[in-house]
């Protein structure tokens, strides 16, 4: 099963009874079930009297090395830097990581608090802080191994010439053209240059959605969510995906720095990765564009949900045509003390 074929696939299903019967089952635990949006799975959030929870059934179609993979890297995360305010697993009353069900595999997860950071204001601080939770989790996992990590993912930035056939499903003409246009100059060169770049497995979707704050001090990052795109690439695609969502507001160049000051106090760039990174930054915009606007036709009825980053893309990549290849990469040099 490829990560096309998944994307292309509807989240599974199941009634809150037999979620219930399950979770009494697995974790002798009982409450209520809220519903949570997701891409591809069913989520909960779980209330009990013992807490709150997350609820995760997997879509039946991901394989089980890929589950494996993911419920792995958690567990290896949390060893490694305690403090990140990452999701935890809680194992069945069997000591499994999940229940195997015909409908996919169920795994539960402590709750992380705060505020979604996409409802969130906005700060240079803030994004700093973001920046440094990056690297901690980019450090956390660089001795991660393991035999799915290397899986073939539509959203993973160096596969991006993989898009091409996806990009006229963006409705705006323009920004067609633009979107295709990109791919086939990323082709030909930057995707050459990626083998260059030092790689690991990261998270690869460091976006708002994934992303808590604390609401009285929305400079404190609480929680980052959603291990389900982590797959092994160049280490500075998960810096790019951290900084595409900050270029479309006010004073990008700004968040763009604070981000990068934030990221190389625990992680410096090397030349080649300070290099690419403003064409890698650019890439997650044209991919967040394209893979949305295609799976918005598969899933209409779930189209403001898969269209949610999309607005952010947009305004990112006209900021980035506004202020130049030449302005980001100087921003990034000074940020990362390298001009």
């Known amino acids: 099963m490829t990560d096309d074929a998944l994307l292309t696939l509807p989240p599974p299903r199941l009634s809150f009874d037999a979620l219930s019967r399950h979770l009494a089952r697995g974790w002798g635990l009982s409450g209520h079930l809220t519903p949570l949006t997701s891409e591809r799975d069913l989520n909960h959030r779980l209330d009990t009297d013992r807490g709150r929870y997350v609820l995760r059934l997997t879509n039946p179609a991901e394989p089980e090395a890929m589950t494996d993979f993911q419920t792995r890297a958690h567990l290896h995360v949390a060893a490694r830097d305690p403090d990140l305010p990452i999701q935890h697993l809680i194992p069945t009353q069997g000591g499994a990581p999940w229940l195997a069900l015909p409908e996919g595999r169920l795994r539960l997860f402590t709750w992380a608090p705060g505020q979604v950071l996409a409802e969130a204001p906005r ?14 989790l980019t450090a956390a996992l660089a ?10 993912l539509l959203w993973d930035i160096r596969r991006l010439p993989h898009l091409a056939d996806k990009a006229a499903a963006i409705a705006d003409p323009d920004l067609r053209a633009e979107a295709a246009a990109f791919i086939a100059d990323y082709a030909v060169r930057i995707a050459p240059r990626l083998a260059a770049l030092p790689t690991q497995v990261v998270h690869a979707d460091f976006n708002p959605h994934n992303l808590l704050v604390d609401p009285a001090a929305p400079e404190t990052v609480t929680g980052i969510l959603d291990f389900g795109d982590m797959v092994l690439t160049p280490r500075a695609c998960d810096l790019a995906v951290a900084a595409s969502y900050h270029l479309g507001g006010p004073d990008p160049l700004a968040h763009l720095a604070a981000m990068v ?8 760039l090397t030349p080649d990765e300070q290099a690419l990174l403003p064409d890698l930054i650019a890439a997650r915009m044209v991919t967040t564009l394209v893979i949305p606007s295609w799976r918005a036709t598969l899933y209409p009825g ?3 949900y898969i269209l949610r980053n999309v607005p952010a893309a947009r305004a990112g990549l006209a900021a980035f045509r506004a202020l130049g290849p030449a302005a980001v990469a100087a921003t990034i040099a000074r940020a990362a003390g390298q001009e």
């Open 123 to 136: 700060s240079p601080a803030q994004t700093r802080a973001l920046g440094t939770a990056l690297a901690r």
């Open 302 to 304: 779930n189209a403001p």
């Open 261 to 268: 000051q934030g990221y190389t106090a625990r992680l410096p």
């Open 143 to 152: 001795d991660f191994t393991h035999p799915a990590a290397d899986h073939v």
